[in-house]
T-cell receptor, first 117, second 111 residues
Framework: DTEVTQTPKHLVMGMTNKKSLKCEQHMGHRAMYWYKQKAKKPPELMFVYSYEKLSINESVPSRFSPECPNSSLLNLHLHALQPEDSALYLC????????????????FGPGTRLTVL | QQPVQSPQAVILREGEDAVINCSSSKALYSVHWYRQKHGEAPVFLMILLKGGEQKGHEKISASFNEKKQQSSLYLTASQLSYSGTYFCGSQSNFGNEKLTFGTGTRLTIIP
C-alpha cells in the first residue's frame, strides 16, 4: 500500500476561521511533510517531521501550525489565514535518511484545495 | 535556490521523443523526478544518486552528471499518458530530508 490520504479534499474558510488539514499514511514511513503549491508552480516545502519531531520549518508564518500526533498522522492547523494562503496543500511521507540508504523517495497525497475568503 | 528546468513547456505528437533538463547552482547528492497531472498529486518516477548513474523506467530514463550539477529526463516514443508537469527534486547532501523542486516542465502530448 503506497497510499497517502488527505482530508478534506476541498476547504473554503474565512480569515477568522480555525480549521485543520489531516494526512494519514500506513506505509511505516517515519518522515512526513507539508508542502504548499500555487497554480503552475512547484511544491514548496513548509514542514518536515522526522520520527514525530519537527525537523524542518521553512520559516512558515505562525498562522500555520503543524502537529504529528503519531507516526501515521500529520495535521496542519490553520488560523487567521490570508487570501494569499489559498493553494493546494500537499502531504507526503517517506522513510527518513538512514545509514546505507541516504535518499528519501516521497509519496504524495492528493492534496487539499484551500480557498481563503 | 531552486533548480531550473528547461524547456518550460513543450508540445509533442504521440511517438516523439522529449528531453527535460534540470540544472542546479548547488552541489547535488541526488535528483528525484516526479510527474504531476493537472489536479493530482506528484507521482514519483525515479531517483538518481551521485555517481553519474543512468536509470530507466519503461520508456522513461534519466541521467545525472554531478560535476555539472545537472540531470536530464528522457521520454522515448511518448504516449498520451505522459502528459503532465515534470519536476526534478534536488537533495543537497546525505541525510538531508529536504527536497527542493525545480521550476517544472509542462509536457503536452497530442495525438
Amino acid at each position: 500500500d503506497t497510499e497517502v490520504t488527505q482530508t478534506p479534499k476541498h476547504l473554503v474558510m474565512g480569515m477568522t476561521n480555525k480549521k485543520s488539514l489531516k494526512c494519514e499514511q500506513h506505509m511505516g514511513h517515519r518522515a512526513m511533510y507539508w508542502y504548499k503549491q500555487k497554480a503552475k508552480k512547484p511544491p514548496e516545502l513548509m514542514f518536515v517531521y522526522s520520527y514525530e519531531k519537527l525537523s524542518i520549518n521553512e520559516s512558515v508564518p505562525s498562522r500555520f501550525s503543524p502537529e504529528c500526533p503519531n507516526s501515521s498522522l500529520l495535521n496542519l492547523h490553520l488560523h487567521a489565514l490570508q487570501p494569499e494562503d489559498s493553494a493546494l496543500y500537499l502531504c507526503a511521507s517517506s522513510m527518513p535518511a538512514l545509514a546505507g540508504r541516504s535518499w528519501n523517495t516521497q509519496y504524495f497525497g492528493p492534496g487539499t484545495r484551500l480557498t481563503v475568503l | 535556490q531552486q533548480p531550473v528546468q528547461s524547456p518550460q513547456a513543450v508540445i509533442l505528437r504521440e511517438g516523439e521523443d522529449a528531453v527535460i533538463n534540470c540544472s542546479s547552482s548547488k552541489a547535488l547528492y541526488s535528483v528525484h523526478w516526479y510527474r504531476q497531472k493537472h489536479g493530482e498529486a506528484p507521482v514519483f518516477l525515479m531517483i538518481l544518486l551521485k555517481g553519474g548513474e543512468q536509470k530507466g523506467h519503461e520508456k522513461i530514463s534519466a541521467s545525472f552528471n554531478e560535476k555539472k550539477q545537472q540531470s536530464s529526463l528522457y521520454l522515448t516514443a511518448s504516449q498520451l499518458s505522459y502528459s503532465g508537469t515534470y519536476f526534478c527534486g534536488s537533495q543537497s547532501n546525505f541525510g538531508n530530508e529536504k527536497l527542493t523542486f525545480g521550476t517544472g516542465t509542462r509536457l503536452t502530448i497530442i495525438p
